[in-house]
């Protein structure tokens, strides 16, 4: 199997030390899904919705400065509001929070999140519990076929072979020889 360039994952340590062993050159994404739950568990319930509207406005900033400069106001929120512990917990795996910048800005949708590989087989893992085990299989198929409908198609598939040829980007633009934005 050739390495992949980029690996999405949703924070457990195991992964980033297996993938440095086994692909030590693949880049890293933190599924910001999945840290935004870990920060809002830091706050008090009143103050989460703010969190959360601050944290999907750093997740979908434009440009990797735009969503440090995002960052930098959540923490000064933070500290005015509390103690300071979900900035520390934002904080956390700061690099592997912004890779999707390095990557085409049309797929940046798809490299934030694992939701999109996740989303479709909840379908399978919480559908009702089939007891006949002759008709389990085809319940989790069934289930499975449904699930397949709802997959994002990805966006600007023709940029894959660009990527995968080590293409670089700076803030989703393509960058070139000399250091200019394509």
């Known amino acids: 199997m050739n390495a992949p360039r980029l690996v999405v994952g949703d924070g457990h340590l195991g992964i980033w030390g297996a993938l440095r062993n086994v692909w030590p050159e693949v880049d890293e994404q933190r599924c910001w ?3 935004v739950l870990n920060v ?3 706050l008090p319930r009143r103050q989460q919705a703010v969190a959360r509207s601050m944290l999907r406005a750093i997740a979908s900033a434009s440009t990797r400065a735009e969503a440090e400069r995002k960052r930098q106001e959540f923490a000064a929120w933070c500290h005015r509001h509390g103690d300071g512990k979900a900035a520390e917990v934002l904080g956390r ?3 592997r929070m912004v890779t999707f910048y390095r990557y085409p ?3 940046g949708r798809h490299l934030r999140t694992t939701n999109v590989v996740e989303a479709p087989f909840a379908a399978v893992r919480l ?3 089939v007891h006949d085990c002759l008709s389990a299989p085809a319940g989790i ?3 499975r076929m449904g699930a ?3 997959f994002r198609r990805l966006r600007a598939p ?3 072979a660009k990527v995968y040829a080590g293409a670089r980007d700076e803030d989703g633009m393509e960058v070139t020889e000399t250091g200019a934005a394509a």
């Open 40 to 42: 809002l568990e830091q």
């Open 105 to 107: 800005k049309e797929h």
């Open 33 to 35: 899904n999945h840290k």
């Open 93 to 95: 795996d700061r690099e």
């Open 148 to 150: 397949r409908t709802r």
């Open 127 to 129: 559908g009702p519990a």
């Open 158 to 160: 023709d940029l894959l």
């Open 141 to 143: 198929g069934k289930r």
